[in-house]
Each structure stands twice: as C-alpha cells, then as structure tokens.
C-alpha cells in the first residue's frame, strides 16, 4: 500500500484504538496501514471531507491545489506542502461563524461516507440495536456524536487555518443545519412517533440493506428512534 502522511496516520492511530479493546497488544505496537485500512476505512471518509472543504474554498474564491487529497493523505511533509494554501486562507480572514459552516459540511461529508459505505469497525447488523441510531443522517444524532466525525479532518482544518477559535461555531452550523432537517422532515415537535416517521421517510443513501431493515422491524425502528430522540 502507498505510504502514507502523519495525518492520516494520526487519525488511524485513533480510529483503530476506539476499534481495538484497551487491553489489546495492537495499541502501542506497529499496525500495518493496509490492515487499518481494511478494518476501519480511513481514507474514504477523509477524502469525502477534504472535497467538501475544497468545494467550500472554491465558492469564496480559493482554489485548491489539484492534489490536495493526495498532500494530505500520503505526502511525507504535508504541513509544508499545504502551506500556501494556508497562506491564502489566513490572508482571506474568513470569519469564524463561516469557517464553522464549512468545517460542519465537511463532517457531515465524512459522517454520509461513513454510513453509505457502512464501514466503522463494526457493520450495522453487528452493532447493539440501540446503538444503531448513529447509522442515521447527522442531524439526528446530536453534536457529540458528530464530533466523532470531526476526527477523521480536524487536523486537516488546523493545517489550512480553517479551525474556528472555538467549537461553538461549528455547533452553531449543526444547530441551524437541524432546524432545517426538522422542517423538512416535519419533526415538531420531536416526539417518538416524529421520529420514527422521519427514519421512514429518509432517502435510501444511508444504505439500502439499512432502510430495508427499518422498514421491515418494527421494534429495531422504535428502539433507533428511542435513541436518538435522546440526543436530538
């Protein structure tokens, strides 16, 4: 497998120690990438976010280099690789409030990968009933769980100067992209029944086997919708 950037290593160091008990020998021993990769999709999820912030960048006349995804993920010094780009963010002085709507479209870029490929360590039929709620569109699962998200490209947001001064900003784009999926959703107020009926009515890309299985399982629908009135 190709090499791989300090980056992407960062963020499969992390991913595999919330995919390996704490106990287990592959915490602080050497992991081989391509079994990451295999285990956790690393690089499917990074990539689905690092276009979306190209995209952003590009509305407010920055473009990107046309290797950017290949900077970040297997250049050998991607700090200063991407220090022009840099640059050109910082000379922008994008407010804080955008750089949150751009960071939050990101992770939902990553969170809609994650769930389309149905690739976290743990496939959805494999994973307890009432924590199957996390499979869901990323307004539904409140922002602590959408921060987990982040992690796959907060370091990316750091190196580009694109990391508001506080998270705040960034759940204040959650906050705004979730009134807009209650409205189109029609989730008012949320209540069990709402959001049973939204899970119904959600678009297949979450992952056709997933819909079929809330669609057919009456009581895995009402326990996803428990859970995740509780965070939304």
Same mark, same amino acid.
């Given at each position: ?30 992991f081989p990438i391509n079994a990451? &990769?295999?285990?956790? #999709? ?9 276009? $979306? ?12 280099? *046309?290797?950017?995804? !290949? ?5 050998? =010094?991607?700090?200063?690789?991407? #220090? ?5 963010? *910082? ?5 804080? @409030?955008?750089?949150? &709507? ?14 389309? $490929? ?20 990323? @307004? ?7 921060? @987990? *998200?982040?992690?796959?490209? #907060?370091?990316? =947001? !750091? ?23 209650? &409205? ?9 029944? =709402? ?13 056709? @086997? ?19 009135? #509780?965070?939304?």
């Amino acid at each position: 497998m190709q090499q791989v950037s300090s980056i992407y290593w960062d963020v499969a160091k992390s991913q595999v120690s919330k995919f390996f008990p704490t106990i287990s020998p592959y915490r602080n021993s050497p992991f081989p990438i391509n079994a990451v &990769e295999k285990l956790v #999709k690393i690089e499917d999820p990074m990539v689905a976010g690092i276009t $979306s912030i190209i995209r952003s960048l590009m509305k407010i006349g920055i473009v990107s280099p *046309d290797n950017l995804t !290949e900077i970040i993920i297997h250049d050998n =010094t991607p700090v200063k690789s991407c #220090k022009d780009l840099h640059n050109q963010i *910082d000379r922008k002085s994008i407010p804080d @409030e955008e750089k949150g &709507e751009i960071i939050f479209k990101a992770i939902a870029a990553v969170h809609q990968q994650r769930v389309s $490929s149905n690739s976290v360590g743990r496939k959805f039929f494999d994973t307890a009933p009432y924590d199957r709620y996390i499979y869901l569109p990323i @307004e539904m699962i409140g922002f602590r769980n959408a921060l @987990e *998200d982040y992690s796959f490209i #907060k370091r990316i =947001t !750091e190196i580009l100067a694109l990391r508001p001064n506080n998270d705040y900003y960034i759940e204040e784009a959650y906050k705004l992209a979730k009134l807009d999926f209650k &409205e189109k959703y029609v989730i008012f107020p949320p209540t069990l029944d =709402t959001i049973q009926r939204a899970i119904l009515c959600l678009p297949p890309y979450i992952n056709p @086997e997933i819909h079929h299985a809330f669609e057919q399982n009456d009581k895995l629908l009402r326990i996803v919708a428990q859970h995740a009135l #509780k965070h939304f």
